[in-house]
T-cell receptor, first 116, second 110 residues
């Protein structure tokens, strides 16, 4: 049963602590993405990766870090440098981006992070 | 950049057809338009994608006029379960990434 998973669904952390969010996919997709969503807002791109061992910053990368050591995995670390980390975090994957063309992204269920 | 603009919210009644229009004045020649649906506390789900004229699938239709400066998502006979946020996306930047704006909150009333 192919899909994309995120864990945990809910996460609580104290201010000043780093926290790592998990994202795994078995769709054999080359590209993976991390988004942040705040209440009533759209999704904002944090980081994306088109291929293993390579990733690029999105629109709001400050205070976050990622790694892409395996095709299936794209963990996101929310560091203490992120000023407002409380949000809903979504991971997605897709086939490698074509130029302007088909790029359907499949999303995981999300992780709701609350920093106390 | 192919920035998209769509209404913030729309209301409809069960059984009606709903049309959500998105403007994308600077869309590039090779770019497709993609629409996603998102329910609360879930990830967005792909609905439909098109390049020009009309595309139809089991869920929706997408109309794109010849000048491709706008597109219209059409949902036939909506039900309460169609209440969601609908995003119109076009690739942006040199990396051709899809960018989610604030979307359109569709509320279907009984």
């Amino acid at each position: 049963d192919g899909g994309i998973t995120q864990s945990p669904k809910y996460l609580f952390r104290k201010e000043g602590q780093n926290v790592t969010l998990s994202c795994e996919q078995n769709l054999n997709h080359d590209a993976m993405y991390w988004y942040r969503q705040d209440p009533g807002q759209g999704l904002r791109l944090i980081y994306y990766s088109q291929i293993v061992n390579d990733f690029q910053k999105g629109d709001i990368a400050e205070g976050y870090s990622v790694s892409r050591e395996k095709k299936e995995s794209f963990p996101l670390t929310v560091t203490s440098a992120q000023k407002n980390p409380t949000a809903f975090y979504l991971c997605a994957s897709s086939i490698a981006s074509g130029r302007g063309s088909y790029n359907e992204q499949f999303f995981g269920p999300g992780t709701r992070l609350t920093v106390l | 950049l192919a920035k998209t603009t769509q209404p913030i919210s729309m209301d409809s009644y069960e059984g009606q057809e709903v049309n959500i229009t998105c403007s994308h004045n600077n869309i590039a020649t090779n770019d497709y338009i993609t629409w996603y649906q998102q329910f609360p506390s879930q990830g967005p789900r792909f609905i439909i994608q098109g390049y020009k004229t009309k595309v139809t699938n089991e869920v929706a239709s997408l109309f794109i006029p010849a000048d491709r400066k706008s597109s219209t998502l059409s949902l036939p006979r909506v039900s309460l379960s169609d209440t969601a946020v609908y995003y119109c996306l076009a690739p942006q930047g040199s990396a051709r990434q899809l960018t989610f704006g604030s979307g359109t909150q569709l509320t279907v009333l009984p």
